[in-house]
């Protein structure tokens, strides 16, 4: 893992009450004492020096643990919905050039630890993880979020100091669940949710109505399968004759392989040759992401089932189950909308604890539609679901408040865009809620401004995501903020765009200026003040030295007068100063800047950020009083 440098370090267990427990620290050769309270809870703080490593952190009540390879540095927490949580390759795409940057991701000094996705109604203390710290390499790459990786990477280049990677994302998540309930409180649009949570049934009631449920659900699916025989399903073991079957490829979604605009159903099947000294051993199936549900057998045996479409799929295999020579893999996939399939990078088996061993199951599967998605009952409703006020802060960050972090970086508003109004006062209320939980002040809290998205409009317009933007970059006024504009590097068609590299850069950028003591430009353009010049109005920036239009002249600019009519203008760049007009508008008011869903606007400054969309304008919004 990886500390925090040079500060007071908590750390924290349990262990017998009233125990004493020694933890030494090998880079001071320092021993603390803490004494477990009457529940067994313990917690000491221990100092650290500046950056290196490795080393060990040993505890002894009676009984010794070792913590080996841990290193200072600098431990960054990520967090947001899908932008943040897409790893390089995955059910969200592949980043940019990823073959390339996964051969060149070596960096031993690079760590990262994957919250799990869970939810709860009230604040958790025990941190569940998706595995153990992840050390950056070729083959963990694909584990990262793809936006911390390459944030991480920046500052490692250019710093030399180990970073540690805290991974809290859960994709198409809202604000509010990110956020505790005392302070959501104090949002009228959102404190009787609160209120009704913290009376309602405990959320492992709330699951085990749900599990009740999905398990009739999933065996009325295992009887709608035409192949259903004395309740079995013969096609999941390894004596089924497939050759009526056809081929398909996987990992891919099956649209892409002979199965477009099919929602539904679909079996696979792979034979794998087990080698002998695997035989009656455990091993570890990895099934990636899978769109949007499976349940998995291993020689006609269920070993796994999981109805969250953006969940990894890593199911033990009992060793009773394996064989040496042929065992056979089966996999039902249930996708109800979109795109389907067993989608992941790599698709593994390995004995456990041995990830080096893994065979890659990629290539050639059987496949069989079973069921089309109209002939399927509903599935059950899920009621302890993620956009819920309150309970990823509740599982997913109270947990690891107590770890002592560098800062924060934040990539989310793409799900709160139908109330960019509230976020002006929800993005604020989180970041400082997080500060105060964490209580090591005013950390730094750097977050990602949504990029271009959806198809162009062809005349000025309003819209929800400008005024998500216009929120995202009035919170730069809360302390130690810094916002990374990446409007130019967006996709009309893939709100997940695949230049994860560039947003990483600039998020890193603002850190090595604040944080690193580098003399780097951090930030576009940021629009300061206008006023009215004769048929023009005159539009003045800060961080705007060498301001510059990529291309002949100035795009994104709509200007209007008296009758808030907007109209595409002319625009002229005049030192730190734009000039805009239109012969439509005599007497102008307003003007607008990027101000759509997906906008041409090419206005950058010397170190070629560009600038942040805006308005001159406080005209109501589509999204005012929306809740």
């Not at 990374?484 to 600039?506: F, L, M, S, W």
Request: charged fraction near 20%; include cysteine.
């Amino acid at each position: 893992m990886v500390l925090q440098q040079k500060t007071l370090v908590n750390l924290w267990g349990k262990a017998t009450p009233g125990a004493n427990v020694i933890i030494g620290t090998s880079w001071n050769k320092k021993e603390y004492t803490a004494r477990a309270d009457a529940s067994g809870k313990w917690q000491v703080k221990v100092t650290t020096p500046s950056y290196g490593g490795p080393y060990n952190v040993t505890f002894n009540d009676g009984e010794k643990l070792q913590l080996n390879n841990v290193l200072i540095g600098e431990v960054w927490v990520c967090s947001g919905q899908s932008n943040m949580e897409m790893t390089p390759t995955a059910m969200y795409g592949d980043v940019l050039n990823y073959e390339q940057e996964r051969a060149k991701a070596d960096y031993p000094q690079i760590r990262m630890l994957k919250i799990e996705n869970i939810t709860r109604i009230e604040p958790q203390t025990e941190v569940k993880t998706r595995g153990n710290w992840q050390i950056c390499s070729p083959q963990t790459f694909l584990k990262f979020s793809a936006v911390a990786y390459f944030f991480a990477r920046d500052i490692y280049q250019h710093t030399h100091i180990p970073i540690g990677i805290i991974n809290t994302t859960w994709g198409g998540t809202i604000a509010e669940a990110w956020t505790s309930g005392d302070a959501l409180k104090t949002m009228p649009a959102f404190a009787p949710a609160v209120t009704a949570m913290e009376n309602s049934p405990a959320e492992q009631e709330v699951l085990a109505h749900y599990n009740a449920e999905l398990k009739a659900w999933l065996a009325l699916i295992d009887k709608k399968d035409p192949s259903y025989t004395n309740g079995k399903l013969p096609w999941t073991g390894s004596r089924f004759d497939d050759d009526q079957w056809k081929t398909i490829k996987v990992p891919g979604y099956w649209e892409k392989n002979g199965m477009p605009n099919f929602d539904g159903i679909v079996g696979f099947r792979k034979m794998i040759n087990v080698p002998a000294a695997w035989a009656g051993k455990e091993l570890v199936i990895n099934l990636g992401t899978i769109d949007d549900m499976d349940v998995t057998w291993f020689n006609g045996v269920e070993v796994g089932h999981n109805e969250l479409y953006n969940a990894g799929r890593v199911y033990t295999i009992p060793g009773k189950l394996v064989k040496v020579g042929e065992n056979l893999v089966a996999v039902r996939v249930f996708d109800t909308g979109g795109d389907g399939g067993i989608n992941a990078a790599e698709v593994t088996l390995a004995p456990v604890g041995k990830p080096a061993e893994a065979l890659n199951l990629g290539g050639e599967w059987k496949y069989n539609i079973i069921n089309k998605l109209s002939d399927m009952p509903p599935m059950p409703y899920r009621a302890d679901g993620p956009n819920r006020p309150t309970v990823l802060y509740n599982a997913m960050v109270n947990p690891i408040i107590n770890y002592t972090i560098k800062g924060a970086i934040w990539y989310q508003g793409e799900s709160n865009a139908d109330r960019a109004y509230q976020y002006r006062t929800l993005f604020p209320l989180l970041i400082n809620n997080w500060r105060g939980k964490w209580g090591q002040g005013n950390f730094p809290f750097y977050f990602v401004q949504l990029a271009a998205f959806m198809p162009k409009d062809k005349m000025p317009v309003e819209s929800a995501w400008a005024e998500l933007r216009e929120a995202q970059l009035m919170t730069l006024k809360q302390p130690n903020t810094g916002m990374a504009v990446t409007i130019d590097i967006g996709d009309a068609a893939n709100i997940h765009p695949a230049n994860k590299q560039e947003v990483g850069r600039r998020l890193a950028l603002i850190a090595r200026a604040k944080n690193y003591g580098e003399k780097v430009t951090y930030s576009g353009p940021v629009y300061s003040s206008a006023k009215v010049k004769g048929n023009a109005m005159e539009l003045t920036f800060s961080n705007a030295t060498g301001l510059k239009a990529k291309g002949d002249k100035p795009t994104g600019f709509a200007i209007a007068g008296a009758d808030k009519k907007f109209y595409w203008a002319d625009a002229r760049i005049e030192g730190n100063k734009v000039i805009v007009s239109s012969a439509d508008v005599a007497a102008p008011v307003a003007v607008r800047y990027g101000w759509a869903n997906n906008p041409d606007c090419n206005l950058y400054n010397a170190d070629d950020l560009p600038a942040s969309p805006f308005r001159t304008d406080d005209w109501q919004g589509i999204t005012f009083g929306k809740k």
